[in-house]
């Protein structure tokens, strides 16, 4: 079956240390989109892909980063987690030409 | 600007109770699409609905119905006979239309945390 691919579910890394989350995708949509979502929020756009061109939300820090090497992967890149950084993170995709975001099923940051 | 308003944090029912959960917009685009999404426990978003501004007609599939009006700005939705399974947190989100190319952003309600108890 087509579908968004989030490797892995659960992460743990400590204070300060690199980690990068991955998300794949069968779909061979065109947009992909990075969301963090903390404890009983809504879904915050970290950043999206439009094929290769990236679009950064004004208020992603600078700590985060991403990679879209092909259509199929995405990566999300933190450089030096911090506390506040534990989250879901949520990978989506879209088709260019239709609405509906498909997402992933999330890996859970944890940050020690 | 662009806003989603869902105005019940948590909802509790008991099993076969019907339920609604609200949400209100606020647009200035005449053009724009509205969506619900579930989130079980599990944490992956489940698209359910998308519904575009053109088209009022309510939708029922299966135990699920959308009600869209414009006149009130709201597109409520509807879960008959309620089954546990049915626990989760329910988002309802507005498509904005971002000037760059096709990319449309979500804007997200709060969401509305639905349990339903045996």
């Known amino acids: 079956d087509a579908m968004v691919i989030q490797n892995p579910r659960y992460q743990v890394t400590q204070f300060g240390k690199p980690v990068t989350l991955s998300c794949s995708q069968t779909?061979?949509?065109?947009?992909m989109y990075w969301y963090q979502q903390k404890s009983s929020q809504a879904p915050k756009l970290l950043f999206h892909?439009?094929?290769?061109?990236?679009?950064n939300e004004a208020d992603t820090p600078d700590n985060f980063q991403s990679r879209r090497p092909n259509t199929s992967f995405c990566f999300l890149d933190i450089r030096s987690p911090g506390l506040g950084d534990a989250a879901m993170y949520l990978c989506?995709?879209?088709?260019?030409?239709?609405?509906?975001?498909?997402f992933g099923p999330g890996t859970r940051l944890t940050v020690t | 600007a662009q806003k989603v308003t869902q105005a019940q944090t948590e909802i509790s029912v008991v099993e076969k109770e019907d339920v609604t959960l609200d949400c209100v917009y606020e647009?200035?685009?005449?053009?724009?699409?509205l969506f619900w999404y579930k989130q079980p426990p599990s944490g992956e978003l489940v698209f359910l609905i998308r519904?575009?501004?053109?088209d009022e007609q309510n939708e029922i599939s299966g135990r699920y119905s959308w009600n869209f009006q414009k006149s009130t700005s709201s597109f409520n939705f509807t879960i008959t006979a309620s089954q546990v399974v049915d626990s989760a947190v329910y988002f309802c989100?507005?498509?904005?239309?971002?000037?760059?190319?096709?990319?449309?952003?979500?804007?997200w309600g709060l969401g509305t945390s639905l349990a339903v108890n045996p």
């Open positions: 989506a995709t879209r088709r260019l030409g239709e609405n509906e975001q498909y």
């Open positions: 779909l061979n949509h065109n947009v």
């Open positions: 892909y439009y094929d290769k061109d990236f679009n």
């Open positions: 647009t200035r685009d005449t053009t724009y699409y």
């Open positions: 519904r575009n501004s053109f």
């Open positions: 989100a507005l498509s904005e239309t971002l000037s760059a190319g096709n990319n449309r952003k979500l804007i």
